[in-house]
C-alpha cells in the first residue's frame, strides 16, 4: 500500500475491508473537481473480493445533478472505474468485501468532498 512515505508522483494506493452489512466510502464523497485547497482532482479504480465468493455488494455513483446516478452490484473480482461523482460502497449481509483502491491525478493530495446532505454523519 501506498502511502504519504513513498515517493511517487500521481498515484495513492490503499485497501478497504468492509464487514458484512457494513457501508464504506461513506459519507459519500467525490474527488472530482480541482479546487485547491478544498479538493483535488483524482480518477479512480477499485477492484473488489467477496469472501464467500458467491458473495455480493453495491456502489451507488452520483452526482449531485443526478445526471449521474446509477447503482451498480459489486461481485467477485469485479472492477470499477470512474472520474467523477460520490461512490459509496455497501457489503451485503453476511459477506466480507474487500476492495484495492487506486487513485491518479494530477498531484497526490487526497482530500475528498463530501455530500452536504450526508456530511453530519461526522458528528455522530
Given at each position: 500500500i501506498m502511502v504519504s512515505q513513498v515517493e511517487a508522483r500521481h498515484?495513492?494506493?490503499?485497501?478497504?475491508?468492509?464487514?458484512?452489512?457494513?457501508?464504506?466510502?461513506?459519507?459519500?464523497?467525490?474527488?472530482?473537481?480541482h479546487q485547491p485547497p478544498e479538493s483535488y482532482y483524482l480518477e479512480e479504480m477499485y477492484l473488489f473480493k467477496l469472501k464467500p465468493e458467491q458473495g455480493f455488494g453495491f456502489q451507488r455513483v452520483y452526482t449531485d445533478d443526478r445526471r449521474l446516478d446509477q447503482a451498480l452490484v459489486i461481485e467477485n473480482?469485479?472492477?470499477a472505474i470512474f472520474k467523477k461523482g460520490y461512490h459509496p460502497v455497501a457489503a451485503a449481509p453476511g459477506y466480507q468485501l474487500y476492495y484495492?483502491?487506486?487513485?491518479?491525478?494530477?498531484?497526490?493530495i487526497m482530500k475528498v468532498m463530501d455530500d452536504p446532505k450526508h456530511a453530519w454523519i461526522h458528528n455522530l
Open positions: 498515484l495513492l494506493i490503499g485497501e478497504t475491508f468492509n464487514q458484512p452489512g457494513q457501508w464504506s466510502s461513506y459519507p459519500p464523497h467525490r474527488h472530482d473537481q473480482n469485479d472492477l484495492l483502491w487506486i487513485l491518479a491525478g494530477p498531484v497526490r
